[in-house]
């Protein structure tokens, strides 16, 4: 294809994805007031807020009764502005198929059919890594933030804005997700030649280290807590990593050894009449 027929094309695919994500949002954005009783699904805003309403009352404003849990809008826009950072959050998960789809479209013709296959390993892999790792982050933002809450003790307490609680929501969701392709980039080096398993298994003791202190970087708010989940999920996976990549070094060295050896050592037949 011409260059001008890649941008035609690069043009259509962003516009179907464009197109799946303004879908999803309206979607997002009926569901964030009201769940689905018959199958037991909250609403959207229920589950987003999930983390900052398991913090206890006491360290958290409660209003009216105090038997619900809300977000403290401080501007006019700020509950409009939840609801649709919440629909294109919820968007962004529900069409992952689709603009994933559009974007292996865009890719593939150019790739070979064993890069192809190693892509769509790597790809679904990925996902769902990222994915675990913005499972863990959920899990762990409420006892985070029941620390982070808890410390003013009886002189304060939390009443945050829908800013303020959706950017750490965020930041929590994507690092923890993106940290979780660690042990997946590792394995590509070592498809790539790049890094051996057993150098990896040598310098575990220092990338425990570094695990350990990315997380206390990483992670917003610097809780114990988040930090702590974050470093031994990481040193798990690059325990998982270290073993992945040392079997596959054991194949390679099997497969190099049931090779036949080349007789290089064998005198050169030469056809009659050939000069010497």
Known sequence: MALLDHLHELRRRLFLATLALMAGTAVGFAWFARGIPAIGLPSLGDILTGPYCAVPAESRVTFGDGSGCQLLATGPFSAVELQLKSALIAATVLTAPVWLHQLWAF????????????????????????????????????????????????????????????????????????????????????????????????????????????????????????????AAALVLLYEVAVQVTRMHDRRLARRGAAQPARPDDEPSRLRPGTPV
């Open 107 to 230: 890719v593939a013709p150019a790739l070979h059919a064993r890069e192809r296959r190693y892509a769509i390993v790597f790809g679904v892999s990925g996902g769902l890594l990222f994915g675990a790792g913005a499972g863990l982050a959920y899990l762990v933002i409420r006892e985070g933030l029941t620390v982070l809450l808890g410390f003013g003790g009886d002189a304060t307490v939390a009443a945050l804005s829908p800013e303020s609680y959706f950017s750490f929501l965020i930041a929590m969701l994507i690092i923890f997700g993106v940290s979780f392709e660690l042990p997946l980039l590792l394995i590509m080096l070592n498809l790539a030649g790049v890094l051996t398993g057993e150098r990896l298994a040598t310098a575990r003791r220092y990338a425990i280290f570094g695990l350990v202190v990315f997380a206390g970087l990483v992670v917003p708010g610097n809780d114990p807590i988040t930090m702590g989940a974050l």
